[in-house]
């Protein structure tokens, strides 16, 4: 499996920014996918996961209500949608996937076993 993240860019806050990742392989429907991120000094945090069939989806308590998290099956992508922008949500973006099949949640990074390559989004004050 493949990951391809893109969308990241500067924005001033308050402004919106829409991330998406795009996997390979036929296994895409079958994986929990998810979204970290990691600000320069800091350890890679969850940012949001949402089940294989987009019927859960779980948020960071920091994000909720401003991010969404979905996802299309038949195009093979997942997206985020961040609103709201706040300078502290800058960072390095990935998106990332658990084994086909594994479908509990997990908030480590460890637990994933696919990653993006990173999508930098910068927010202004």
């Known amino acids: 499996v493949q990951l391809q993240a893109s969308g990241g860019g500067l924005v001033q806050a308050e402004g919106s920014l829409r991330l998406s990742c795009a996997a390979s392989?036929?296994?895409?429907?079958?994986?929990?996918m998810a979204w970290f991120r990691q600000a320069p000094g800091n350890e890679r945090e969850f940012v949001a996961a949402?089940?294989?069939?987009?019927?859960?989806?779980y948020y960071a308590g920091s994000v909720k209500g401003q991010f969404t998290i979905s996802r299309d099956n038949a195009k093979n992508t997942v997206y985020l949608q961040m609103n709201a922008l706040k300078p502290e949500d800058t960072a390095v973006y990935y998106c990332?996937?658990?084994?086909?099949?594994?479908?509990?949640?997990?908030?480590?990074?460890?637990?994933?076993?696919?990653w993006g390559q990173g999508t930098l989004v910068t927010v202004s004050s």
């Open positions: 990332a996937a658990r084994k086909a099949g594994i479908y509990s949640l997990s908030y480590s990074s460890n637990d994933y076993d696919y």
């Open positions: 392989g036929r296994t895409f429907s079958r994986s929990l």
């Open positions: 949402i089940s294989d069939n987009g019927g859960s989806t």
